[in-house]
Every structure is written in structure tokens, then in C-alpha cells.
């Protein structure tokens, strides 16, 4: 019995992939999929004022508060402003650092740089963040304070290994031949960098952003922490789940960062930037 | 490579200082645990173990933690399952669509945790009626930690061909048997690895588990989050972080020992 089973899914090849792919399609496809269409559905209901019941019928009334609200389209950029601001930060001092790993320490050392980088991911996210709370307290050590300029600093710490570690694979991966060769071509550091390191290394930038920049986009509870008084997207779609019960408003809140998120990924999937997840 | 020392000595400094950025606001915490102040005077007046001490008595930590445990494993178990079976199916055929899985399954951790936490919410709540407890957290953690045991999984079985399961079959071995003797025991540490960053993907998550987790769930990230704002509070919850941030040198070291070589992330 065992034996002809293992020979019919031996012989055909695509009853062997349904029967892989089944399990992982019917969770991330159909459960997965499903709950972000029933969200994207709810962003077209509303939210009786009085009872607090949902409303089911069409209605366009949340993305029209969405985009003549000055608050919202403040918050919207404010937040994509955060997000790019943290990516730029963490690839100013993730390359550097990347390329100090990859191409000038010893291979025993470099084992031992990578674990450096890597144990404090494995270091809880609010914890993180909360030591930063406890540095920019005023009366604590940095003593600066909270607020936007907190968050994009606490944002940039949280990700940065995220952005370490995918140009280092990436500078891993570029043969120490071609960086002699443009100097035997006559390229100095900065020419190097910029014609032969930048280009064969971008797919890593891109595949390290899509972590900072959507780990930022989302985030509500670093605000929480260290942004004082400062909204991000987050902060309403949370609010108008929780004090306003409004669920279909923050629905509509979400699809700005997933909207904005499916544009990056699309920008970003022709670099191949994906394979280097 | 022809970089000059300056250049050199500019990379090695900013390397140092990044690792030093990277590690002081931790150790920071780990001092503060033993800080003898209770608002963090700097520099500590005294040191004391007395914040370990009303740490480990405090039942709601201990409570929180246990639930995270719970979690944590079951997200782990079905990653394991989902991402091996995927990693599998794009690594072994081709067919249409198959970067579409890839891009399916990066997407839980692609979009915002926002996103997910409150779609996965209103389809348990709204569509599925199934009331939020600790079974949803697992469900919600489970979506988003597939990626790193798939991540993981292709990244081996790519390395390692079909060659070798060729051979199995050319001795004798079926499907079941190449798989049980010579497929799995050559992808162990990759599935260690994977499991490992799941859990630990699981164990620190706040934003999904906060729209999953209903009224009664507590885990531990959550019960940190509700007294960060509790000053009276404030020497436990250092001490837990502090707890936390010594832990996760642990998985590393795991991982470290059994595969030796960088886990994947």
C-alpha cells in the first residue's frame, strides 16, 4: 500500500504539488487573502452614529473624509515622511558598517560580526523601544525628550539589523575580483563604490528598505512610546478601532499603507530585491 | 582592494560606533535592573537585587509569560508545517504562479502588522464568529511566521539539489524513505533555525496580538506594554526587559551550536 502510494506520487508530479501546496494556498490564499478582501469590504460600510452597528451598504463617504480631511492627508505624508526618513537613516549607517563586515574582517571575525548584529533581533521589539523611552526621558542620560524626532531615531534603531543584513549578504555575494579590477582599471574608492559596489548591491538596499520602510509605515506603538503627542497612520486606524468604534473607517485608514506598500513592492520587485529577503 | 587607510580606518570606525549604538541603549536596561533608584537616577546611586526579587513574585508576568510560551509554540508548529510544505512545492516544481507564493507568503510580514492584526480580527469577530482568545493569537501569529521556516527550508533544499535524493531512488529507496533517511536529516538545522526565529517572531509580537488576543489573553509583550505607563511599575517591567534582552542571546547560541552557521532571518 505505502509502496504504490509512494509510486503513483512519484510518477505524478502534480498530484505531489497539490498535496503540497493545499495546506500553505488554503491558509495565506484563501484565509489569509480572504480576510484582507472582507477588510478592503468593510472600508465601504459606515458605522450608525447612534447605535455603533456596521451598515452594510456601499458607501464612499470614508475615503472621501480620508482625502478632504487636512488631519488625515497631514498624518498620511507625516507618516510616509517617518518611513523614508528611517530608511535613509538605516542605509547611511547600515552600509558602512555592512561593508566593514563583508569585505574587511577575517572570515572567523566575520561569523562573529554577524552574530552581533543578529542577537539584539532576537531582543524583544518593546523592550527596545522602551530602552529608549528610559534614555530620552528628560532627567534621563540623552535627556532629549519625546517626540517626532524621538520615533524616527527609536524607528531607525529598531530596524537597522533588518538593513545590515541583507547588504552584508549582498556584499557577501560580490566577488572581491571585481573591486581589484576597477582599481586595475584605474578606479579610485568613491568611483568603485559608486559604478561597481552601488549597482550589484542595490537588490540588498531594496530587499533591506521593504523591511524599514513597512516596519516603520505600520507602527503605532513606538509613537506610543517615545512620540509625545505625535500621530502616524497607525495611531488613527488604532484609535478608530478602539475609542471611536469605527471599523469601517479604519479599514479605509489601513488601505493607505497597504496601497503605498503594494507600490513599493511592485517598484521594487523588478530589482529582484525579493529573492533577497 | 585598493582602499586607502583613511577609507579603511573610516569603515572599521563606523562599524565600531554602530555596534556600540546598537548595544549601549540594551546594557542601559541591564544596569537599570539592578539600579537602586527607582526612577533611574543616572549614574545608579546603588545597586540591589530587590527588582528581580518583586519580578519573579509578580503573578501577572508570570501569567503573561506562560501565554506567550503557548503561543509561541503553536505559531511555531504550524510555520513549521506551512513552510516546509511550500518551501517544498516552489523549490521542487515549476508551475504557473509559483513567484506568487513566494510573494504570498512574504506578504503577512510585508504589510503593515496593523493591517494584519485588524483584517484577521474583524474575519474572526464579524465573518467566522469565533470568539478571540488564545487559539486566534496562534492563528495570527502562525500567518505571519511562515515565512522564516519557508525562507529557511528553500534556502537549503536549494543547496542542496536533487542529486543525493537521485541516488536514494537509484538504490532502492521510495518517496517516504528518501525523504525520512536522507532529505530530512540534511534539512534538520535549516527547520531548527527557521522554528527558532519563528518563536521568537511570535514571542515579541504586540501589534497583531493586540487586535487577536480578546479581553482574557494576556502575553507578555501586551502586559509590558499596559504597565510601561505605570511609574510604580516601572522597576519590574525594566527587570523583565532586562530578562528578555539576556534571553535572546540563547536562541543564537543554539543556533550557533547545532548548525553553526548565520541563521536566515
Redesign the interface.
Known sequence: M??RL??F??RH?GV??SL??S???A???L??????A??LV?AFWSTDTFTGN?VRTFTWANFEDLVTGEVYRTIALRSLGVAAAVTLIDLV??F??A???A??ASPRAQ?W????????????????A??????LST???LGWGYGLGATVLTLS?LW???M??PIYAGLERLP?SL??AA?DLGA??WRTFRTVVWPLTFPAVAAGS?FTF??S?????TVK?VGGRSQLI?NV??DN?GAANN?PF??AV?TV??VI?LVY?AAVRRTGA?EN? | MNLSRTARAALWAALAAGLAVIYVPLAVVVLNSFNADRTFGWPPPGFTFDWWAAAWRSTGMREALWTSVQAASGATLIALLLGTLAAFAVQRHTFFGRETVSLLIVLPIALPGIVTGIALSNTFHSVLGVPLGLFTVIVGHATFCVVTVYNNVLARLRRLGVSIEEASADLGADTFTTFRLVTFPMMRSALLAGGLLAFALSFDEIIVTTFTAGAGVRTLPIWIFENLFRPNQAPVVNVVAAALILLSVLPIWLAQRISGEATRY
Open positions: 505505502r509502496r509512494a509510486t506520487l512519484h508530479a505531489r504539488l503540497l501546496l495546506a500553505p494556498m491558509w495565506l490564499g484565509a489569509y487573502l480572504g480576510a484582507l472582507a477588510l468593510t456596521l549607517v547600515a558602512p558598517m561593508f566593514a563586515m569585505k574587511l561569523r560580526l554577524v552574530i552581533a548584529v543578529l542577537t539584539p533581533l532576537w531582543a524583544s521589539y518593546l523592550v527596545k522602551y530602552a529608549w523611552r528610559v534614555l532627567g534621563g542620560i534603531y537597522l539589523p533588518y545590515i543584513l572581491n573591486l581589484d582599481g579610485r574608492g521593504i513597512s516596519l509605515l505600520g507602527d503605532y506603538i512610546i497607525g486606524v488604532y478601532i471599523l479604519a479599514a489601513a499603507p497597504v506598500m513592492l525579493l529577503l
